[in-house]
C-alpha cells in the first residue's frame, strides 16, 4: 500500500511536469510566433523600403521612366506576393506611341521570370485604359482568367500621372486581395505619387535647364549682335567721314591736278624760252662791242651758277612725280568713295561663278607662283548685283591670299546657295591674322602689309559693297593655318531691283 | 504518435484491468519505448497496435470494441488537457465543427510533428451531420469512441453509421451521426 501512495504522488507529479512543459511549450509556441511576425514585418518593411528607395533613385540617377518602370513593377510583384503584372508607358510627347509590356511574372513565384504575351491580358489592359483614362485613379477589376493554370480573378491598374499628363499604368493581376495586399496597395499609391511628384520636378528641372540655355543662348547672341551693330555704327561713321574728307580733298585736288598740268606746259614753254636764250647767250660772247660781250658773260655766269640745264632736267622729273602724286591722291579719294557708297551703282543679274572666274584670271599673275586654286563652285541661280563691284571684292580677296601664302599655298573657294542667296567662302592657308587685328581689318586705311604696299582700303572698299548689296562678311582666321572670310549675298537686294530677270 | 495517447490507455488498463495488466502487456509486448511514456513525447503508431493487440489477447475482447472503448475513454483525457477557453462549446455540433478548425490547430501548435487526423463536417443534417475521417492510421474508430463520448458529456447520445470505412479500402472514412 505504501508502495502504492507512493507511485500515484510520482504518478502526479509527472502530470503536473507534463501539464508545466505544455504550458511552457504553449509559450515558446507564442514567443516562436511573435518572433516570426516581427521577421515577416521586418521583411516586408524592408522590401517596402526598398520600393521606395528605388523610387527616390529614379530623383537621383534620372533614368528613363520606361527603363525604370520595370524595376519598380518588380519591386511591387515581391512586396505584394502577386504574381503577373504589366505595365504601359505613354511618352510625354503625345504623338509618340505608347510601350505596352509583355506580361511580367513575379521573380520570388517563378524561376524563369520570363516575359510572355499573353492575348487575354493584352485585352483586357486595352479594355482598362480608357477606364483609367477617364477616372484618372486606381481602378479594380473582377475578372475570370487563368494565366500558367494560375486562377486570376482581380486586376488592379494603378495609373501614373504627373502634370495632368498619363505618364503610365501598372497593371497587377491577382487571385483575391488580402488584407496584407490591400494594404500594400496603399504602400504603392503612396509610392506612385511620389514617383509622379519626381517626374514634375524632373520636367521642370529639365524646363529651367532648357530655358536656361535658350536665354544664355539669346544672351550671346545679344552680345554678338551687339557687337555687330558698335562695328557697323563705327563703320558707318567712318564711311561718312571718308565721304566729307573724300569731298573735301576732291575740290582742292582738281585744281591741284589741273594746275599742275598747265605749270607742266608752262615749264616746257619756259625752256624753251631758256634754251634759246642760251644760244643767243653764246653767240653775244663772241661780239667784240665789249659791253654787250660783258653782259653776255655775266648771263652765261649765272646759268653755270644755278645748273640750269640740272634744273630744267629736275623741273620735269619734280613735275611728272607730282602727278603720279596726284593720281594716287584721286584713287585714294575714289576707293574712299567707293567705301562710302557715293559712287553709282546699277545692279543685274549676276552669275557668281562667271565673275570669280574673271576676278581668278585678273588674279593669276599674283596666284600663280603661290600653289594652286580649289573650287567647289555649285550652279548658283544669279544673283542682282553689281557685277563690277563684286569683282573688285573678290579680286581683293585673291590678291590678299597671294600675299598671305607661301608656295604650298591652296587656295579653296566654296561657293554653295540657300533659299534666300549665295554663300562664298573664300579659304586659304596662308599665314592668318593675328586675333588682334581681326576686328580692324575692315576698318579702312587699316593695313599689316608695308607702307606703300597697301592702301588699307581693300577690305573696306569689300565690305561697303557687300554692305550695299545687303549681304554679310565675316572673317575668321588663325595664325599660322590660314584665314577664310564668308560671304553671303541674297537674290535679291533690297537697295535695287532693277534688271532682275533669271 | 503523440505521448498523451499512451498515458491515457495506460490510465485506462489501469483503472480497468489493474497495474498488473499493464505489467503483463509491457512484458508481452517487449516495445522500443519500454512502456516509459510521458504526453510531451512521441512513440511509434505499432506500440499502440501491439498494446491494443495484447490487451484483446488478455482480456479476450475483440480489437475493434476495445479501440472504440479506449476512445471513449480518452476523451476527458484530452478535453482536459486542453486549455479551458478552448472547450468551451454549446453542444455537440459545434465542438465536431471545432475539431479541425480549432482543436487540431492548438494541437499543432504546441506538437508542429503531430499528425492530427482530418476530421471535418461535411454535412449539416437536421439531425445530425456527415463526418469526414482522414488518417494515414486508419483508427476510425477511436474518433467514434470519442464522439461517442463527446456526446453523452453534452447530455446528447448520438447513433453512428460507419458510411465508408479505410479499412475496408475507401481513400476516407465517412460518419453519419444521428442524434437518438
Request: proline fraction near 4%; charge should be negative; include cysteine.
Amino acid at each position: 500500500m505504501e508502495y502504492e501512495a507512493a507511485f500515484q504522488r510520482e504518478r502526479k507529479a509527472r502530470k503536473k511536469a507534463e501539464s508545466i512543459l505544455e504550458q511552457k511549450s504553449r509559450e515558446l509556441h507564442f514567443a516562436n510566433t511573435s518572433l516570426k511576425e516581427n521577421v515577416d514585418s521586418l521583411h516586408f518593411a524592408l522590401r517596402e523600403n526598398k520600393f521606395l528607395n528605388h523610387i527616390g533613385r529614379y530623383g537621383i540617377e534620372k533614368p528613363k521612366l520606361l527603363d525604370f518602370l520595370p524595376t519598380i513593377v518588380n519591386d511591387m510583384m515581391r512586396l505584394s506576393e502577386i504574381p503577373f503584372a504589366a505595365y504601359v508607358h505613354f511618352p510625354f510627347e503625345t504623338q509618340q506611341a505608347g510601350f505596352y509590356s509583355p506580361l511580367l511574372r513575379n521573380p520570388d513565384l517563378y524561376d524563369d521570370a520570363l516575359e510572355t504575351q499573353n492575348n487575354e491580358t493584352n485585352r483586357l489592359i486595352t479594355e482598362i485604359e480608357p477606364i483609367i483614362r477617364d477616372m484618372k485613379r486606381t481602378h479594380l477589376q473582377i475578372v475570370d482568367l487563368a494565366i500558367d493554370d494560375k486562377a486570376i480573378d482581380t486586376i488592379v491598374a494603378l495609373p501614373i500621372i504627373s502634370l495632368d499628363h498619363l505618364s503610365g499604368i501598372i497593371i497587377l493581376f491577382t487571385h483575391t486581395l488580402t488584407d496584407k495586399q490591400n494594404h500594400v496597395l496603399n504602400v504603392f499609391k503612396t509610392g506612385i505619387k511620389q514617383l509622379a511628384i519626381i517626374m514634375e520636378h524632373r520636367y521642370q528641372e529639365d524646363k529651367l535647364v532648357a530655358s536656361y540655355e535658350e536665354i544664355s543662348a539669346t544672351n550671346d547672341a545679344l552680345k554678338d549682335t551687339q557687337n555687330k551693330l558698335v562695328q557697323s555704327e563705327k563703320m558707318a561713321t567712318v564711311g561718312q567721314l571718308s565721304a566729307g574728307i573724300a569731298h573735301e580733298i576732291n575740290n582742292p585736288m582738281g585744281f591741284i591736278k589741273s594746275n599742275i598740268g598747265s605749270l607742266g606746259t608752262y615749264i616746257e614753254d619756259f625752256v624753251e624760252y631758256v634754251e634759246a636764250s642760251k644760244s643767243l647767250t653764246e653767240k653775244t660772247m663772241q661780239s667784240t662791242d665789249d659791253d654787250i660781250m660783258t653782259a653776255a658773260k655775266g648771263l652765261d655766269k649765272i646759268w653755270s651758277d644755278l645748273d640750269m640745264p640740272y634744273l630744267i632736267e629736275d623741273s620735269k622729273n619734280l613735275l611728272a612725280e607730282s602727278q603720279q602724286g596726284i593720281k594716287r591722291i584721286i584713287d585714294i579719294v575714289g576707293g574712299l568713295k567707293r567705301f562710302s557708297r557715293q559712287s553709282d551703282n546699277k545692279k543685274e543679274p549676276c552669275y557668281l561663278d562667271k565673275t570669280i572666274d574673271e576676278a581668278l584670271k585678273l588674279a593669276h599673275n599674283e596666284l600663280k607662283f603661290k600653289g594652286v586654286v580649289i573650287k567647289n563652285v555649285a550652279k548658283v541661280k544669279p544673283i542682282n548685283a553689281n557685277n563690277g563691284e563684286l569683282l573688285q571684292v573678290f579680286l581683293n580677296l585673291f590678291v590678299n591670299a597671294s600675299h598671305a601664302m607661301n608656295e604650298q599655298g591652296e587656295l579653296i573657294i566654296d561657293v554653295v546657295e540657300d533659299t534666300k542667296g549665295v554663300s562664298i567662302k573664300v579659304t586659304d592657308n596662308g599665314s592668318g591674322i593675328d586675333e588682334k587685328n581681326l576686328e580692324s581689318i575692315f576698318n579702312p586705311f587699316f593695313t599689316t602689309k608695308d607702307i606703300g604696299v597697301g592702301t588699307g582700303l581693300g577690305l573696306s572698299i569689300s565690305y561697303g559693297i557687300i554692305k550695299d548689296h545687303q549681304g554679310t562678311i565675316d572673317v575668321t582666321s588663325e595664325v599660322g593655318k590660314g584665314t577664310a572670310f564668308s560671304i553671303w549675298l541674297p537674290f535679291e537686294g533690297t537697295s535695287s531691283k532693277e534688271g532682275l530677270n533669271e | 504518435m503523440k505521448g498523451a495517447v499512451f498515458t491515457n490507455f495506460q490510465e485506462m488498463i489501469e483503472d480497468q484491468f489493474g497495474m498488473e495488466c499493464w505489467e503483463a502487456l509491457l512484458e508481452k509486448c517487449d516495445l522500443p519505448s519500454g512502456g516509459m511514456y510521458t504526453s510531451a513525447d512521441t512513440y511509434d503508431d505499432q506500440e499502440i497496435l501491439s498494446l491494443v493487440g495484447a490487451l484483446s489477447e488478455y482480456s479476450e475482447l475483440p480489437v475493434p470494441a476495445l479501440v472504440e472503448a479506449f476512445g471513449r475513454y480518452l476523451y476527458d483525457g484530452l478535453a482536459n488537457s486542453l486549455p479551458p477557453s478552448m472547450m468551451n462549446y454549446p453542444d455537440l455540433w459545434s465542438l465536431l465543427d471545432a475539431v479541425d478548425s480549432v482543436i487540431h490547430v492548438e494541437v499543432n501548435k504546441l506538437y508542429p510533428d503531430a499528425l492530427t487526423p482530418k476530421i471535418i463536417v461535411t454535412e449539416k443534417h437536421d439531425n445530425g451531420v456527415t463526418l469526414y475521417y482522414q488518417s494515414p492510421r486508419k483508427m476510425c474508430l477511436l474518433a467514434i469512441g470519442l464522439v461517442h463520448k463527446a456526446a453523452e458529456s453534452f447530455g446528447t447520445p448520438v447513433t453512428i453509421k460507419h458510411t465508408c470505412c479505410m479499412n475496408e479500402g475507401a481513400d476516407h472514412c465517412s460518419m453519419l451521426i444521428e442524434q437518438d
